[in-house]
């Protein structure tokens, strides 16, 4: 495959980070990457894995012959390190980030790019319940979406070649804007994992039934249902305080479909139990 950018610069070495790295040299995407991580026991993790072709002390070192610049931290830090490197990016880069959140993201980073350096957000629609450099695979992207959200003014060049690059890393890409974005995160990603979160610390607040319990009788509902809460409490939080109109919209409706079964259940209404459930049963087996 030929190289689309002779220089990737990765900043933050999580699951994310680490995942493109190794799908970048499983298919020969990219000359050189460099990586830098705040935390110096996870630079030095990542060297000791060969995590990155070479490991920066310094943001500013690492993106400043880079011809893309992946921003691969929390939502909540994002323009801090955009403030950070902008001085160090080589004129005619791309900065695109991988943010699970993009109204806000966008209006973090944006304001701190230099005239001359393209910025096309972006939203890689695969994860797992692991953080951290040793987290990642190459397969992670594999026929998953990714979403790109040009901002307005955005070059179509730059556009197209992170396009081009998803592509060769195995995902799907399609164009989104930020508003849009966020509200459909907000559906199929934001708030379940809230609700998963919740209903760990249900589990947790019933003195009736123990902690050791809920784990030797985790049977497929509460395990496979809560898989999402092992997730990394610093990306959540940000992405919740990121992304709040629409997960309180959703929230909003959640709460008020599950006092209307709430209802049903004490009232003894099974026709609208059985109803609803076979409703959301087809959608949810349109779903591979
Ligand atoms: P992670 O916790 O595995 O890694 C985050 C990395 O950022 C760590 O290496 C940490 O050291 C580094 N970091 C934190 N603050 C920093 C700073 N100020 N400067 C430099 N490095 C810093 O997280 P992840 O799962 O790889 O998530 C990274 C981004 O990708 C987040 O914005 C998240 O919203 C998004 N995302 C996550 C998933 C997922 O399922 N985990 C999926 C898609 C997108």
């Known amino acids: 495959m030929t190289e689309v950018y002779p220089r990737v610069a990765l900043i933050g070495l999580g699951l994310i980070a680490s995942s493109m790295f190794w799908a970048m040299k499983r298919r020969g995407v990219v000359g050189h990457v460099t990586g830098y991580a705040r935390s110096a026991a996870t630079r030095d993790t990542a060297r000791r894995i060969g995590l990155c072709d070479t490991v920066c002390d310094s943001a500013a070192e690492a993106v400043e012959d880079a011809d893309l610049v992946v921003l691969a931290v929390p939502v909540g830090v994002m323009g801090d390190v955009a403030a950070e490197i902008a001085p160090y990016l080589k004129p005619g880069c791309t900065v695109t980030d991988v943010g699970s959140v993009k109204k806000t993201v966008i209006e ?9 350096v393209h910025f096309v957000p972006g ?3 695969a994860g797992t319940e692991h953080s951290g450099p040793e987290s990642g695979f190459a397969s992670l992207f594999d026929n998953r979406w990714c979403l790109l959200v040009p901002v307005e003014g955005a070059a179509p060049e ?6 081009t690059f998803w592509q060769a890393l195995g995902a799907n890409v399609e164009l989104m804007d930020a508003e849009h974005h966020d509200l459909v995160l907000a559906v199929t990603s934001h708030t379940p994992h809230l609700i998963a979160y919740t209903m760990v610390g249900v589990a947790d607040d019933l003195r009736r ?3 050791s319990e809920v784990i030797k009788y985790s049977a497929a509902g509460f ?3 809560t ?3 092992a997730s990394d409490p610093t990306m959540w939080r940000d992405v919740f305080l990121n992304n709040k109109e629409a997960t309180l919209e959703i929230l909003g409706r ?5 006092f209307a079964l709430q209802r049903a259940i004490r009232t003894g209404d099974g026709d609208h139990l059985h109803a609803y459930f076979t ?3 087809a959608i949810r087996r349109g779903i591979i």
């Open 108 to 116: 973090a980073v944006a304001p701190h790019l230099p005239e001359g």
């Open 123 to 125: 939203h890689p629609l």
């Open 158 to 163: 730059a556009v197209e070649t992170l396009t």
């Open 209 to 211: 039934v123990t902690d």
């Open 223 to 225: 395990r496979d249902f």
């Open 227 to 229: 898989r999402i809460a």
């Open 254 to 258: 959640f709460t008020e479909e599950l």
């Open 279 to 281: 409703r959301t049963r």
